[in-house]
């Protein structure tokens, strides 16, 4: 099996090295762009209100954190840790949604991609959402703390 890959990526190698050879020297000169994937995909709970950030119209944006956790079992027992993110939500209809239904406690599934700024000397990781899907109801929350004291 490992063979049959290794063929086809070279083969795939020297079909490229043909296609570079046959070029006319202004597509040679043209920069190849690589691909790449920028892509987050995150299912957890909401650590704080959305806020609406920035003004009005097109240039608001709705921001709210998002915690996320890791469970495992090491040497000392379960082992768990928590990792906040900070979610940006620029999509007009989206951010207005996500600012009028998202509460506290809400559990969201969402995609979207990490982006990093530089405000005021600071770096600041965000991930830009694209799709949110509310999970919760209102007092969803609520309902499942008391499921689980039953």
Known sequence: MFGR?????????QRG????????????NFPMREKSVNQ????????????????LGNRSVTVFSMATNERWTG?????EKTTWHRIAVFQP????????????GHRVYLTGKIDTTMYEGQRITSV????????SKD????????????
């Not at 830009?128 to 999970?135: K, R």
């Not at 007092?139 to 039953?150: F, H, K, L, V």
């Open 40 to 55: 987050v995909t995150l299912l957890g709970r909401v650590g704080q209100d959305p806020q609406l950030r920035g003004g």
């Open 5 to 13: 890959a290794l063929r086809s990526s070279v083969f795939q190698l």
């Open 17 to 28: 090295l043909l296609r570079c050879e046959g070029m006319t020297e202004q597509a040679a």
């Open 128 to 135: 830009i959402a694209d799709n949110i899907i509310f999970l």
């Open 139 to 150: 007092g969803a929350r609520d309902d499942m703390e008391e499921q689980e004291d039953m």
């Open 93 to 104: 209809g989206l951010k207005d949604l996500a600012l009028q239904y998202i509460k506290k």
């Open 75 to 79: 040497e000392e027992g379960p082992m």
